[in-house]
């Protein structure tokens, strides 16, 4: 089945340092890849999405590039700030099959200032 | 335009009750996804509708749970009897089409006493 490894958290960084999340995955054929963010309280959010090997998912300075060599998803973002610190989750989602997200367990950040 | 709305945002009551979580999802969206998420286990999808249609209960922990969609604006989420190993946060989702995105509410946090 399907099965997505997230790096164990919590990461603390502090501001302005680069951030890398890594997160791999096990599946068959094509499946799309995500980032969601969730914040303290709050349900999960679409940060990006990949639906192809090589795309480059981004959004508010992070990225992801969807590796099918590696069967990778790693998330990167150049300058952390505070307002960041949040819980991360890798999801996958089969191309037959459930239609559903697998996710990973999810990785805290602290971004200290 | 509205999200996922769910409620009650928090329940607290004790083991043997009857719980109803409800979520209306975004209109216009044909799928609507129940996940549970616990520290022990993470997020873990309990069933999913298409077109009001339950497409795969298999996450369903036992008989205990059920869930309906009467109509294309609103689903349910029953527990009867509750349990104390039944705390945790439920989140209903909802996309456009399998191969979009999906939308999640702010979850509601249940505490079975």
């Known amino acids: 089945g399907n099965s997505v490894t997230q790096m164990e958290g919590p990461v603390t960084l502090s501001e302005e340092a680069f951030l890398t999340i890594n997160c791999t995955y096990t599946a068959t054929g094509y499946p799309s890849l995500f980032w969601y963010v969730q914040y303290p309280g709050e349900g999960l959010q679409l940060l990006l999405k990949a639906t192809k090997a090589d795309d480059k998912g981004s959004n508010k300075g992070f990225e992801a590039t969807y590796r099918k060599e590696t069967t990778s998803f790693h998330l990167e973002k150049g300058s952390v700030q505070v307002s960041d610190s949040a819980v991360y989750f890798c999801?996958?989602?089969?191309?037959?099959?459930?239609?559903?997200?697998?996710f990973g367990s999810g990785t805290r950040l602290q971004v200290q200032p | 335009d509205a999200g996922v709305i769910q409620s009650p945002r928090h329940e607290v009551t004790e083991m043997g009750q009857e719980v109803t979580l409800r979520c209306k999802p975004i209109s216009g969206h044909d799928y609507l996804f129940w996940y549970r998420q616990t520290m022990m286990r993470g997020l873990e999808l309990l069933i999913y509708f298409n077109n009001n249609v339950p497409i795969d209960d298999s996450g369903m922990p036992e008989d205990r749970f059920s869930a309906k969609m009467p109509n294309a604006s609103f689903s349910t989420l029953k527990i009867q009897p509750s349990e104390p190993r039944d705390s945790a946060v439920y989140f209903c989702a909802s996309s456009l089409t399998t191969y979009q995105p999906q939308h999640f509410g702010d979850g509601t946090r249940l505490s079975i006493l």
């Open positions: 999801a996958l989602m089969g191309d037959t099959g459930r239609r559903a997200l697998t």
